[in-house]
């Protein structure tokens, strides 16, 4: 089945959106519900958070994979192969009897809800021009972040009132209608000029993406900015609830912010990236959040252990990091348009995979004292910065396919 209509940008924007905010809820939906899930089972904690940290690997490791498969076989063949596996994930995690088939179910659905991270980059590339592929990114992102805010309420009422399983029941229909959105109005966006390029071709540029600076800068640039907050959201419950005193609602205020600083920094990319230009943004977003985490290590150090002295330098980070991070995605796929899925994959795959280390570092080394968090911010920031201090040359200019 083809779309009967042809899409326009805008409604194809539109379109990823959805399907963008529909996988995110994915990732976070089923946190409400882990006690309950292990109470079922009568499980270890352990063993239930398996269905968080294998689902997130399998995740980054699917991004390697369907990449390279749209630049072959096209982008809705291959969203309709991902949202089909997420489906089913979902639907075997309804059935599941056991803790251990339900974590088999969870990683089927996260190597199916990859998809949509990986391709919607790759589908902005193929409509949109290079100038404009920032801003476009930062439009989704506007919407796609605030799945973190819906996905903890609606799991949270879902497993309260109607039991964890439902949690599921949900996402399945959520992959039907991602399923269907494709069918129906997405069209093909590769070009059949790209299509026709031989695999070899197509393999080979997915391995020179490593051995460019170019994709490297701007790979790392992102991986290294996104880890920073990867670290706040990963420890903040503990620092505001076990650390500062407050109460889960209270902490939860507090994080929101976080949320609203992201808008407010995609909302200034969108605005702003096409006639700033990608580099230069990049740079801006990297320096004021690595100031934003020296303040808030200065203010830990001073004793300064409160609410306020906290979260205050976090919403300038996430503003920042907001301006800085749809401008690398979109230098991450402004290379070589036979290649631009593998480069969205291959640098999604980076952004998963150091995240889980920055996590694991923070149940490793809390102490309960909010200097691990805020180290393992500054340490983040701190690569970020040095990324693009090594391609600092290239971010002075803002041409197309410039060799870093």
Known sequence: MRPSIPTSPDKIVILLTVLTFLNNLSLQIFLPAMPAIQVTFGATAGETQLLISLSFVVFGLAMLIYGPLSDIFGRRTVFLF?????????????????????????????????????????????????????????????????????????????????GWRTLFVFL???????????????????????????????????????????????????????????????????????????????????????????????????????????????????????????????????????????????????IATGIATPNSQAGVIGGDLRTVGAASGLAGFLQMMFGAVVVQAVGILHDGTPYPMVILMLGSSSLALLTIVWGFRSFLKDTPNTSL
Request: charged fraction near 10%; aromatic fraction near 10%; proline fraction near 4%.
């Open 172 to 318: 399945t229909v959520t992959g039907i209608a991602s399923v269907f959105i494709v069918l129906l109005w997405l069209p093909e966006t590769l070009r059949r000029s790209s299509r026709s390029v031989p695999l070899s071709i197509i393999l080979s540029g997915s391995l020179r993406l490593l051995t460019s600076r170019s994709f490297r800068t701007y790979a790392l640039q992102g991986t290294f900015a996104m880890a920073a907050f990867f670290a706040f959201m990963t420890a903040a419950p503990f620092v505001y609830i076990q650390v500062l005193g407050l109460s889960h609602s209270e902490y939860g205020l507090y994080y929101m912010t976080t949320i609203i600083g992201f808008l407010a920094g995609y909302f200034i990319a969108a605005k702003l990236s096409a006639s700033v230009g990608m580099n230069r943004m990049i740079v801006i977003g990297t320096i004021l959040a690595f100031a934003a985490a020296c303040i808030c290590v200065l203010n830990v150090v001073a004793g300064l252990w409160t609410p306020i002295a906290l979260t205050a330098p976090v919403v300038a980070m996430a």
């Open 82 to 162: 991902g949202f089909s596996i997420y489906t089913i994930g979902n639907f075997a995690s309804v059935l599941a009897p056991t803790l251990w088939l339900l974590i088999i179910a969870r990683v089927v659905a996260a190597a199916g809800a990859s998809v949509g991270m990986t391709l919607s980059r790759a589908v902005v590339r193929d409509v949109f021009p290079r100038d404009r592929t920032a801003g476009v990114v930062a439009k989704i992102s506007m919407v796609a972040v605030l799945s973190p805010i819906a996905a903890p309420l609606i799991g949270g009422a879902l497993t309260e009132f109607m």
